[in-house]
T-cell receptor, first 110, second 113 residues
Framework: DGGITQSPKYLFRKEGQNVTLSCEQNLNHDAMYWYRQDPGQGLRLIYYSQIVNDFQKGDIAEGYSVSREKKESFPLTVTSAQKNPTAFYLC?????????FGPGTRLTVL | DAKTTQPNSMESNEEEPVHLPCNHSTISGTDYIHWYRQLPSQGPEYVIH???SNVNNRMASLAIAEDRKSSTLILHRATLRDAAVYYCILRDRGSSNTGKLIFGQGTTLQVKP
């Protein structure tokens, strides 16, 4: 089945540690996105990539980094510089005006 | 980006139609109206989108006002599985479009059996 996978579903880390969230898609989409969602809120854009080896900052990029070495993969690193990293992280890809979202990773920093 | 306004929450009975309103009085001529929904603890999923004419698909219908300053998402027969947060989003179809979606807080739909 075609789709977007994110792993792991739940992730716990100690404060001060960097952590990388995985996002893989087999939909052959060029564009990919990372969003963050806090409880009771809508999604906010962290980073996006419209093509391999290129990516742009979204609205809340501080404390995050990404790479796009392959079309299928768009990993997100949450660094120790991110002040409030505990959140629900969603990856998406898009084609023809539609975005397709993964199941999300819920990150808790202790 | 033009903004949308939606009620925070709505209730419906199972098997009945649901009309979810969205106001977008500052919409530009090149903005598409998109609807996504998010079930609890899941990623959002695309529902429908349109520009000027009403649109129908297997999930829902989208009714767009003639002046485009408001729209309504219609679920023809609500089921318990339709309980979700529904987001109305404007997306510019222009050449500078990054493809990003700007999510508000949406409407939380409760469906009662």
């Amino acid at each position: 089945d075609g789709g977007i996978t994110q792993s792991p579903k739940y992730l716990f880390r100690k404060e001060g540690q960097n952590v990388t969230l995985s996002c893989e898609q087999n939909l052959n989409h060029d564009a990919m996105y990372w969003y963050r969602q806090d409880p009771g809120q809508g999604l906010r854009l962290i980073y996006y990539s419209q093509i391999v080896n290129d990516f742009q900052k979204g609205d809340i990029a501080e404390g995050y980094s990404v790479s796009r070495e392959k079309k299928e993969s768009f990993p997100l690193t949450v660094t120790s510089a991110q002040k409030n990293p505990t959140a629900f992280y969603l990856c998406a890809s898009s084609v023809s005006n539609k975005q397709f979202f993964g199941p999300g990773t819920r990150l808790t920093v202790l | 980006d033009a903004k949308t306004t939606q009620p925070n929450s709505m209730e419906s009975n199972e098997e009945e139609p649901v009309h979810l309103p969205c106001n977008h009085s500052t919409i530009s001529g090149t903005d598409y109206i998109h609807w996504y929904r998010q079930l609890p603890s899941q990623g959002p999923e695309y529902v429908i989108h349109g520009l000027t004419s009403n649109v129908n698909n297997r999930m829902a219908s989208l009714a767009i006002a003639e002046d485009r300053k408001s729209s309504t998402l219609i679920l023809h027969r609500a089921t318990l599985r339709d309980a979700a947060v529904y987001y109305c989003i404007l997306r510019d179809r222009g050449s500078s479009n990054t493809g990003k979606l700007i999510f508000g807080q949406g409407t939380t739909l409760q469906v009662k059996p």
